[in-house]
């Protein structure tokens, strides 16, 4: 089942509601990118005066690639613990920790978080526990050397209003057991509700509430036992599989995974080595053998390099573990076997990891800031997503499965998304290369020219697109049944764009060796006619004038050809002079052709509107055979043109999706910018616009990014606070993102649907939510 993950809120160190409200002035509309404010922060800036709130904090905050920067090292987080009913808590590496309730929705106001203070290091390990205290009890792990027990809700009003801000008399309990950092804390929920600690200090040790305090309000943990390694090196990560027999797992510096049990006698345990030699039984107190746990096997070398975490999954069955030596292993406790060894495919380590017990997925993040998802069972790669720029690494990951609810941290802050079970989207296999164009045939004209065609084919019509790849193939797909129906094979020439003619079944491609061909769908016979520059084309184009078809072809060269094109033949016609002077000839890029019916309905206004490798945009018309107005529209390369009305949009490598009117063919202007408030590029990501399409019954336009990035555009309407964005239009009315970089996009009018073709080789189709249909279409003279 395909997952996408849709940002809810983010939890961070950011300026309280209440401390902004001190001035009601101070709250504007301003619009900042996030990205500018990390640029131009500095350290030392914690302390300043609050910075302004948005009123669109949800669009900023979500929708930008950076969080807000840290203020110096001390802020940093170096932990995070979720806890659905309780809140989030993040541990930093000053010692303070923060505690947020958890958001439905990202709120308009920064969030308030409470600080719990009394560490003076980094706070390494939370867990929280709600069997014990009145609304349950917070445990942390500390460099200091020290174990603090919390309530982080007691006397959280009076409290707070007499001392100012929470220092340690919300600490229940500080155990100062251990003589170095305490790196890892687990609990023991059935086994008297005790929990598990390690540390640097080479020693694992487990506590249980002392007796007899059963009516107080908090319970008193002491120490029943301490496990000691003498090998030199020291537990770095511990899980528990809490039963009525509970096992322990520890991963150390070296990479060896040790397992001990308990509910074993004293003729077992008494004197039983460890094993580095030295006695498993140091301390006993007064408590029960079955309470102790003793070694019974030992995992060496499981890691060439040290274990970061250690994770029990699918319902305890197996566990898992992560290396410093960029691998996963999955490991079956009761044969002692490893099932899964994963490495990651980014040259870096993981870093956390999660069970999805509902989709039986294994949630991997690394240090590039990229979410894995490993079918165990199947042994193999689902999806990798990126969630964070480089070079963000992931400190935590965890999921809320019954709320489908995903918490990625990092060291700025902790990310909240919405796990989307019900993604509809099929993918298409069979190209061997890069997908360089797509093109879908008008259901009226495969019916007129199809030797087959009946009422009962007709359906199977509508449902088929074709595509062209740098394997040199074009394939015909049928959506019902996900496969590639038939297909031809181009011998001579690499394939650089395709279109679909508009008046015979065929498909024209354009080649790297200057030439055209025209492919009969029925046949698979080629017409096709070298171009006069033999240059490579670059772009190509079909229109009807006057019920002759034509072709339209750009190049490197800079040249601009029309050929015509019959149901037998392809003849040259003539060549266009796009550029002011004949020295001046930069590369073609981008065509588009439109009759202009909403300047003379009667006809004769044709033009072409014509995109260049410098950014360059110019119009030529049909009718003056000359070139009209040539300017400068973007600061790079534009790929791609499309038309709704008398509005063409264009795409550019410089990352922008621009709108320009061109009601007045020899006087057009720009309107403005389709993009996310708040960020300064079109995708949202920097990343080039390379593809669009339009919705012709709506107008929605369709966009994508190199990166996979794809939005649907509503430019008729505003997103909400533009007040300050006076340059930025539209309304975003679908977004997604492909786990593969984005090569072309079209849209597909029978089945509702977006069809990506991507740089490895597959074929995505995303059929479009409702609301993309529901903009009333532009009134005479701007429909198309």
Same mark, same amino acid.
């Given at each position: 089942m395909p997952?996408e993950?849709l940002?809810i809120?983010?939890y961070?160190n950011?300026?309280?509601?209440?401390?902004?409200?001190?001035s009601?002035?101070? @709250?504007?509309?301003?619009v900042?990118?996030?990205?500018?404010?990390?640029n131009?922060?500095?350290?030392?800036?914690?302390?300043?005066s609050?910075r302004r709130v948005?009123?669109?904090?949800?669009?900023r905050?979500?929708?930008?690639?950076f969080?807000p920067p840290i203020a110096?090292?001390?802020?940093?987080f170096?932990?995070?613990?979720?806890?659905?009913d309780?809140? @989030?808590f993040?541990g930093?590496?000053d010692?303070?920790?923060?505690h947020?309730?958890?958001?439905?929705r990202?709120?308009?106001?920064?969030?308030?978080?409470?600080?719990?203070?009394?560490?003076?290091g980094a706070?390494l390990?939370?867990?929280?526990?709600?069997? #014990?205290?009145?609304?349950g009890l917070?445990?942390?792990?500390?460099a200091d050397?020290?174990?603090k027990v919390?309530?982080?809700?007691?006397?959280?009003?009076?409290e707070?209003?007499?001392? /100012?801000?929470?220092h340690?008399h919300?600490?229940v309990?500080?155990?100062?057991?251990?003589?170095?950092s305490?790196?890892?804390?687990k609990?023991?929920?059935?086994?008297?509700n005790?929990f598990?600690s390690c540390?640097?200090?080479?020693?694992?040790?487990i506590w249980?509430?002392?007796?007899?305090?059963?009516?107080?309000?908090?319970?008193w943990f #002491?120490l029943?036992?301490? *496990?000691?390694?003498?090998s /030199?090196?020291?537990?770095?990560?511990l899980c528990?599989?809490?039963?009525a027999?509970?096992s322990?797992f520890v991963?150390?510096?070296?990479g060896?995974?040790?397992?001990?049990?308990?509910?074993v006698?004293?003729?077992t345990?008494?004197?039983q080595?460890?094993?580095?030699?030295k006695?498993?039984?140091e301390s006993l107190?007064?408590t029960?053998p079955?309470?102790?746990?003793?070694?019974?096997?030992?995992?060496?070398?499981?890691?060439?390099?040290g274990?970061?975490?250690?994770?029990?999954?699918?319902e305890n069955?197996f566990?898992?573990?992560l290396?410093?030596?960029q !691998?996963?292993? @999955?490991?079956?406790?009761t044969t002692s076997v490893?099932?899964s060894?994963?490495?990651n495919?980014n040259p870096?380590?993981?870093?956390?990891?999660?069970?999805?017990?509902?989709?039986?997925l294994?949630?991997l993040?690394?240090?590039?800031?990229?979410?894995?998802?490993?079918d165990?069972?199947q042994?193999?790669?689902?999806?990798?997503?990126?969630?964070?720029?480089?070079?963000?690494? *992931?400190?935590?990951i965890?999921l809320?499965?019954?709320?489908d609810w995903?918490?990625?941290?990092?060291?700025n802050?902790?990310k909240?998304?919405?796990?989307d079970?019900?993604?509809?989207y099929?993918?298409?296999?069979g190209?061997?290369?890069t997908?360089?164009?797509?093109?879908?045939i008008?259901?009226?004209?495969?019916?007129?020219e199809s030797?087959e065609?009946s009422?009962?084919h007709?359906?199977?019509?509508?449902?088929r697109?074709?595509?062209?790849?740098l394997?040199?193939?074009?394939?015909?797909?049928d959506?019902?049944?996900v496969?590639?129906?038939?297909?031809f094979?181009?011998?001579?020439?690499?394939?650089t764009?395709?279109v679909?003619?508009?008046?015979?079944?065929?498909?024209?491609?354009g080649?790297?060796n200057?030439?055209?061909k025209a492919w009969?769908i029925y !046949?698979g016979q080629?017409l096709t006619k070298?171009l006069?520059?033999?240059?490579?084309v670059?772009?190509?184009?079909t229109?009807?004038?006057?019920?002759?078809e034509?072709i *339209?072809t750009?190049?490197?060269d800079?040249?601009?050809c029309?050929?015509?094109?019959?149901?037998?033949s392809?003849?040259f016609s003539?060549?266009?002079q796009?550029n002011e002077?004949?020295?001046?000839?930069?590369?073609?890029?981008?065509l588009?052709?439109?009759?202009g019916?909403?300047?003379?309905?009667q006809?004769?206004?044709e033009?072409?509107?014509?995109?260049f490798?410098?950014?360059?945009?110019?119009i030529?018309?049909?009718?003056s055979?000359h070139?009209?107005?040539s300017?400068?529209?973007?600061?790079d390369a534009?790929?791609?043109? @499309?038309r709704?009305g008398?509005?063409v949009f264009?795409g550019?490598d410089?990352?922008?999706l621009r709108?320009?009117?061109c009601?007045?063919?020899?006087?057009?202007?720009?309107?403005?910018?389709l993009?996310?408030?708040?960020?300064t590029?079109?995708s949202? #990501?920097?990343s080039?616009?390379?593809?669009?399409d339009?919705v012709?019954?709506?107008?929605a336009?369709?966009?994508?990014?190199?990166d996979?990035t794809?939005?649907v555009?509503g430019?008729?309407?505003?997103?909400?606070?533009?007040e300050?964005?006076f340059?930025?239009y539209g309304k975003i009315l679908?977004?997604s993102?492909l786990n593969?970089p984005l090569?072309?996009?079209q849209?597909?009018?029978?089945?509702?649907?977006?069809i990506?073709?991507?740089n490895e080789?597959? *074929?995505v189709?995303?059929?479009l939510?409702a609301q993309?249909f529901? !903009?009333?279409?532009?009134?005479?003279p701007?429909?198309?």
């Amino acid at each position: 089942m395909p997952l996408e993950f849709l940002p809810i809120e983010v939890y961070y160190n950011e300026v309280s509601a209440a401390e902004n409200a001190t001035s009601s002035n101070e @709250v504007t509309d301003d619009v900042t990118d996030l990205r500018t404010s990390a640029n131009e922060s500095s350290v030392g800036e914690e302390n300043s005066s609050p910075r302004r709130v948005a009123i669109n904090r949800p669009n900023r905050v979500l929708r930008a690639e950076f969080l807000p920067p840290i203020a110096g090292k001390g802020a940093a987080f170096e932990t995070f613990r979720v806890v659905v009913d309780k809140g @989030v808590f993040g541990g930093r590496h000053d010692g303070t920790i923060l505690h947020w309730k958890i958001q439905q929705r990202c709120s308009i106001t920064p969030l308030n978080a409470s600080h719990l203070y009394g560490h003076s290091g980094a706070v390494l390990a939370l867990e929280f526990t709600q069997s #014990t205290g009145k609304d349950g009890l917070l445990f942390s792990g500390s460099a200091d050397r020290t174990i603090k027990v919390w309530d982080p809700w007691r006397g959280s009003e009076a409290e707070q209003q007499l001392h /100012g801000k929470r220092h340690d008399h919300f600490c229940v309990q500080t155990i100062t057991a251990h003589q170095a950092s305490v790196t890892a804390l687990k609990l023991l929920t059935q086994n008297r509700n005790g929990f598990i600690s390690c540390s640097l200090d080479q020693t694992i040790k487990i506590w249980h509430p002392s007796e007899g305090r059963g009516l107080l309000l908090y319970p008193w943990f #002491t120490l029943v036992q301490s *496990i000691s390694l003498t090998s /030199g090196h020291w537990p770095t990560s511990l899980c528990v599989r809490d039963a009525a027999s509970c096992s322990l797992f520890v991963g150390d510096s070296s990479g060896s995974v040790s397992h001990y049990t308990n509910g074993v006698s004293f003729e077992t345990m008494d004197d039983q080595p460890d094993y580095n030699g030295k006695s498993a039984l140091e301390s006993l107190h007064d408590t029960s053998p079955r309470d102790l746990f003793k070694l019974k096997r030992k995992h060496t070398q499981f890691h060439s390099l040290g274990v970061v975490q250690l994770q029990l999954i699918a319902e305890n069955s197996f566990v898992v573990s992560l290396g410093f030596d960029q !691998t996963a292993q @999955v490991l079956d406790p009761t044969t002692s076997v490893i099932s899964s060894t994963i490495r990651n495919r980014n040259p870096v380590r993981f870093t956390s990891c999660a069970w999805d017990s509902k989709a039986q997925l294994l949630f991997l993040a690394d240090a590039l800031g990229y979410v894995h998802l490993w079918d165990i069972f199947q042994d193999k790669w689902i999806k990798k997503e990126k969630l964070f720029p480089s070079p963000l690494v *992931i400190v935590s990951i965890s999921l809320q499965i019954g709320a489908d609810w995903m918490f990625v941290g990092i060291k700025n802050g902790l990310k909240h998304w919405k796990i989307d079970r019900d993604v509809r989207y099929g993918e298409f296999h069979g190209h061997k290369d890069t997908v360089v164009a797509l093109a879908v045939i008008k259901d009226e004209v495969l019916m007129e020219e199809s030797p087959e065609v009946s009422e009962d084919h007709s359906p199977a019509t509508s449902s088929r697109f074709f595509s062209s790849s740098l394997d040199q193939t074009i394939r015909c797909w049928d959506s019902y049944d996900v496969k590639a129906v038939f297909g031809f094979e181009e011998r001579h020439s690499e394939i650089t764009c395709m279109v679909a003619a508009k008046k015979f079944s065929k498909v024209v491609t354009g080649h790297e060796n200057g030439c055209i061909k025209a492919w009969g769908i029925y !046949t698979g016979q080629f017409l096709t006619k070298g171009l006069p520059s033999k240059s490579a084309v670059t772009c190509v184009t079909t229109c009807i004038i006057r019920d002759q078809e034509f072709i *339209i072809t750009g190049d490197v060269d800079g040249s601009v050809c029309l050929w015509e094109l019959n149901l037998d033949s392809i003849d040259f016609s003539h060549s266009i002079q796009v550029n002011e002077t004949k020295e001046r000839r930069e590369e073609v890029t981008a065509l588009l052709f439109s009759k202009g019916d909403y300047i003379s309905p009667q006809g004769g206004a044709e033009y072409l509107v014509i995109g260049f490798c410098t950014g360059d945009m110019a119009i030529w018309s049909f009718s003056s055979k000359h070139l009209i107005k040539s300017w400068k529209a973007h600061d790079d390369a534009i790929c791609t043109l @499309v038309r709704h009305g008398s509005f063409v949009f264009s795409g550019s490598d410089d990352s922008l999706l621009r709108i320009w009117n061109c009601f007045h063919i020899a006087d057009p202007y720009e309107l403005g910018v389709l993009r996310p408030p708040g960020v300064t590029s079109s995708s949202g #990501t920097a990343s080039p616009i390379i593809a669009i399409d339009v919705v012709p019954e709506s107008g929605a336009v369709l966009s994508g990014a190199a990166d996979g990035t794809i939005i649907v555009w509503g430019y008729k309407d505003f997103e909400d606070s533009f007040e300050s964005d006076f340059d930025a239009y539209g309304k975003i009315l679908f977004r997604s993102r492909l786990n593969y970089p984005l090569r072309c996009l079209q849209y597909w009018p029978s089945q509702k649907s977006i069809i990506c073709g991507t740089n490895e080789g597959r *074929i995505v189709v995303l059929p479009l939510p409702a609301q993309v249909f529901h !903009t009333p279409p532009l009134p005479f003279p701007f429909q198309t």
